[in-house]
Nanobody, 123 residues
Framework: VQLQASGGGLVQAGGSLRLSCAAS????????MGWFRQAPGKEREFVAA????????YYADSVKGRFTISRDNAKNTVYLQMNSLKPEDTAVYYC?????????????????WGQGTLVTVSS
């Protein structure tokens, strides 16, 4: 599976962005998907995850109520809708795929990673 993240950019605080992660491969629909982020000088952190069929989602407390993860298996794409953005959301965002298909917050349990897309939120 190859993952290509896109949709990052510069936005003012309070604004919105939608990230996309397009996957290659016919088995995308069987993978659990996650979004992680890494801010400058900080460790990578979990943001959100979705199960293989979209039936379950999970969010980090820092984004709960503001971000929404979704997927379209027909398009081999997972999305991260980010609303009410804050300067502390500034980071490189990565999508990842877990072949077990379930939700996990642990980066080490993901098998494939995208290249990252930069989100910058100005105050």
């Amino acid at each position: 599976v190859q993952l290509q993240a896109s949709g990052g950019g510069l936005v003012q605080a309070g604004g919105s962005l939608r990230l996309s992660c397009a996957a290659s491969g016919r088995t995308f629909s069987s993978y659990g998907m996650g979004w992680f982020r890494q801010a400058p000088g900080k460790e990578r952190e979990f943001v959100a995850a979705i199960s293989w069929n979209g039936g379950s989602t999970y969010y980090a407390d820092s984004v709960k109520g503001r971000f929404t993860i979704s997927r379209d298996n027909a398009k081999n794409t997972v999305y991260l809708q980010m609303n009410s953005l804050k300067p502390e959301d500034t980071a490189v965002y990565y999508c990842a795929a877990d072949w077990l298909g379930v939700i996990t917050t642990r980066g080490g349990e993901y098998d494939y990673w995208g290249q990252g897309t930069l989100v910058t939120v100005s105050s």
